[in-house]
């Protein structure tokens, strides 16, 4: 199956620093990809909609110059947290969509554990 | 706007008993309807999803789910648990080709030998 992989799986970092995850579609092109965030014991929520060459559709409540997306390729968006506070840690979570062979088929990265100190 | 209940935080099952994980969902139009396992610390697996078609769909590691238009419902069922399939289970929808996923809010499932 289609491969979806995120970096770095784990990141710790300072209070006010920037973090960088990245997505990115191994086998197949991605002209959308989505990215969520899971708090721990808690369902996905739905963060923003990432279109390659295009400004990102950020969910009702999701700063958009906090999480700052961008999707420079077809196989590649990028999600950073601006200014990280220990409320950012998270579980991040990104879904690219391949066109071909389905309506639309998302496969999902294994995820980036987010811990702000 | 769509919306999927999962009406139970944790199921508990004995090894080699059927297990049932609920689900049910609420779309505009025409549901496309997943199911995905989540071990700890990891990524989603996809389980099986309804597209069209039979209304009883077989997916991997020998689930399957049962779509029901009437009751607006896609329970997922194994006929024989293993401790191995102790997870997180969320069922997922979406409206229409192209749109992201909308998850329910999980369910965890306990498979005691």
């Known amino acids: 199956g289609a491969v979806v992989s995120q970096h770095p799986s784990r990141v710790i970092c300072k209070s006010g620093t920037s973090v960088k995850i990245e997505c990115r579609s191994l086998?197949?092109?991605?002209?959308?990809m989505f990215w969520y965030r899971q708090f721990p014991k808690q369902s996905l929520m739905l963060m923003a909609t990432?279109?390659?060459?295009?400004?990102?559709?950020?969910e009702q409540g999701v700063e958009k110059d906090k999480f700052l997306i961008n999707h420079a390729s077809l196989t590649l968006s990028t999600l950073t947290v601006t200014s990280a506070h220990p409320e950012d840690s998270s579980f991040y979570i990104c879904?690219?969509?391949?066109?071909?062979?389905?309506?639309?088929?998302?496969?999902f990265g294994e995820g980036s554990r987010l811990t702000v100190l | 706007a769509q919306s999927v209940a999962q009406p139970e935080d944790q199921v508990n099952v004995a090894e080699g008993n059927p297990l049932t994980v609920k689900c049910t969902y609420s779309?505009?139009?025409?549901?496309?309807l997943f199911w995905y396992v989540q071990y700890p610390n990891r990524g989603l697996q996809f389980l099986l999803k309804?597209?069209?078609?039979?209304?009883l769909v077989k997916g991997s590691y020998g689930f399957e789910a049962e779509f029901n238009k009437s009751q607006t419902s896609f329970h997922l069922k194994k006929p024989s648990a293993l401790v191995s399939d102790s997870a997180l289970y969320f069922c997922?929808?979406?409206?229409?080709?192209?749109?992201?996923?909308?998850f329910g809010k999980g369910t965890t499932l306990s498979v005691s030998s």
């Open positions: 879904s690219a969509m391949r066109l071909a062979g389905g309506p639309g088929e998302l496969f």
């Open positions: 086998d197949f092109q991605a002209t959308t």
């Open positions: 990432s279109n390659e060459g295009s400004k990102a559709t950020y």
């Open positions: 779309v505009s139009g025409n549901p496309y």
């Open positions: 309804y597209i069209t078609g039979d209304n």
């Open positions: 997922a929808v979406r409206d229409q080709a192209g749109t992201a996923l909308i």
